[in-house]
């Protein structure tokens, strides 16, 4: 067997020379053969077609959520299986299958295991379409102040995990407007204001918060989570309520389930819609169109 295993070679501090390490360790002890990938250094080094063509039986990624992200669209169709190395900052993909976190040689010791066994699970994957083109996520689109503070959080080094999730969002705050927003799904299309509305294929975001608690990744749908436009004194009482999982109790919390969700700007409601986020990584700005590809990606557990 074959694998590609995609690295980021501009990891700080030498990570990535020991991340290596750990890895072709691990694998001595397996009939596992590995070509190393530069990511995301080299363009379409992940690409599936090329992997395949040179004989590539799965790839492995070795980061955060941004670089599985970036492999999500370089599979695409082709379904060639994805093993998850998860040493990022928040690794909210990881938590979500229950994978080891920062613990590089338990988690390839598990994936050449899987692989050789034929154990994988096949999971689905959101398809984001815009004027400018189209891309694929795994786990969470942010549209709302969801979206403005992961977009601030990313122009941040410190602190780690959701610390610095938290940090982003006190900028959001300070700069916060209720958005005015159209959205269309299940046939029926409202407007209004909006403060949160984030699109999920799984349960967790921002290095831990647990926004959609029963998104189910392989059920076919995506759960949308969304509150009309709040004043400061109740997007404190709200976030609270997150910090314990218990948001989706209150009556201004509202979770619909659905394949496919239009998204676009009223501006009769209220202010721009931040640039569309998924996976933590920048999409597009609005209007797109969100739905569902059930079963699109086969992950190596």
Request: net charge neutral; charged share 20%.
């Amino acid at each position: 067997m074959k694998i590609a295993v995609a690295l980021n070679p501009a990891a700080g501090k030498g990570r990535s020379l020991r991340y290596r390490d750990a890895i072709a360790s691990a694998l001595d002890l397996y009939p596992i053969e590995a070509e190393w990938i530069s990511a995301p250094n080299r363009p379409g080094a992940m690409d599936a077609e090329r992997l395949i063509s040179r004989g590539i039986d799965a790839l492995v990624v070795v980061g955060g959520d941004g670089l599985i992200h970036d492999a999500v669209n370089a599979i695409g169709d082709s379904h060639l299986p994805l093993g998850i190395i998860a040493a990022g900052s928040g690794n909210d993909i990881a938590r979500e299958f229950g994978l080891p976190i920062h613990s590089v040689h338990d988690s390839m010791h598990q994936i050449a295991a899987s692989l050789l066994t034929g154990r994988s699970r096949c999971v689905d994957v959101v398809d984001i379409q815009w004027s400018g083109g189209s891309e694929r996520a795994l786990a969470i689109v942010s549209v709302g102040i969801d979206a403005d503070t992961n977009h601030r959080t990313n122009n941040l080094s410190w602190p780690k995990g959701n610390l610095r999730y938290v940090r982003g969002l006190v900028g959001s705050l300070l700069n916060y407007r209720p958005y005015g927003v159209q959205i269309t799904m299940n046939g029926d299309t409202v407007a209004g204001s909006m403060t949160l509305l984030s699109i999920a294929n799984t349960r967790y975001f921002g290095g831990g918060f647990c926004i959609a608690p029963q998104a189910v990744p392989d059920d076919g749908l995506l759960d949308v989570v969304v509150t009309p436009g709040f004043r400061y004194a109740d997007i404190a009482t709200r976030l609270s309520k997150l910090l314990i999982h218990k948001h989706t109790s209150d009556s201004q919390v509202h979770v619909y389930r659905t394949r496919e969700i239009q998204v676009e700007h009223a501006p009769q409601h209220g202010a721009p819609l931040p640039v569309i986020m998924a996976d933590g990584e920048e999409i597009c700005p609005a209007p797109a169109t969100i739905r569902v590809l059930p079963k699109a990606l086969r992950l190596v557990l």
